[in-house]
């Protein structure tokens, strides 16, 4: 295939070659055949074109974007528990006992998405996040309009604003991945 192997466009070359997912190595490896009619001097630019085209094509997969979209997931939910456990830390040394608990049972739930999305994906996050989302658009309702303003009202409002917003965004990311990887594998 490559005559040349410590070149360094038949090293981008052969990176090109792994990088290229499954369904793409036949076209990858005719551009390497290709490789040896290209003149010396257009070899590294021909060979970082077909390591750009093998990114790319690799960015786009169903697979890639897949793990990406997984890794975000869960990555975005176990920081957000670790954000939730730090501000409710905070909030018992102020002794501010509903942010304090809100703070920890939301570092609970989105640690529980977080594992529920490993296991089963991207149906359990929109699952497990919808009707959480309802619930909690109640809760912030309730806290503005149906109960007498406490001190921490406003915070707790806000915590319960945050939470939304995330879950509006994991959902969103799910969703997208969920129908880019349905529409790359051919299924409407």
């Given at each position: 295939m490559i005559d040349k192997p410590d070149t360094h466009g038949s090293r981008l070359l052969g990176l090109a070659l792994r990088i290229a997912p499954p369904e793409r190595h036949e076209w990858f490896a005719a551009m390497a055949a290709e490789?040896?009619?290209v003149p010396t001097s257009a070899q590294g630019r021909f060979a970082?074109?077909?390591l750009l085209a093998a990114g790319r094509e690799r960015a786009i997969s169903p697979q890639f974007?897949?793990?990406v979209a997984?890794?975000?997931l869960i990555g975005g939910a176990m920081f957000w528990a670790?954000?939730?456990i730090r501000f409710a830390g905070r909030m018992s040394a102020n002794e501010?006992?509903?942010p304090e608990v809100l703070g920890y049972?939301?570092?609970l739930t989105f640690t529980i998405g977080a594992m529920a999305t490993a296991r089963y994906g991207y149906r359990a996050t929109i699952a497990l996040a919808a009707p959480l989302m309802a619930?909690?658009?109640l809760v912030a309702i309730f806290l503005r309009h149906g109960s007498a303003q406490a001190p921490l009202s406003n915070l707790t409002i806000a915590l319960v604003v945050e939470d939304l917003v995330v879950l509006a965004l994991a959902v969103a990311i799910a969703a997208f991945a969920s129908r880019q990887t349905r529409m790359r594998q051919g299924h409407p």
């Open positions: 490789y040896e009619h970082l074109g077909c974007v897949n793990a997984r890794g975000l670790g954000l939730n501010a006992l509903v049972a939301t570092a619930v909690l658009a």
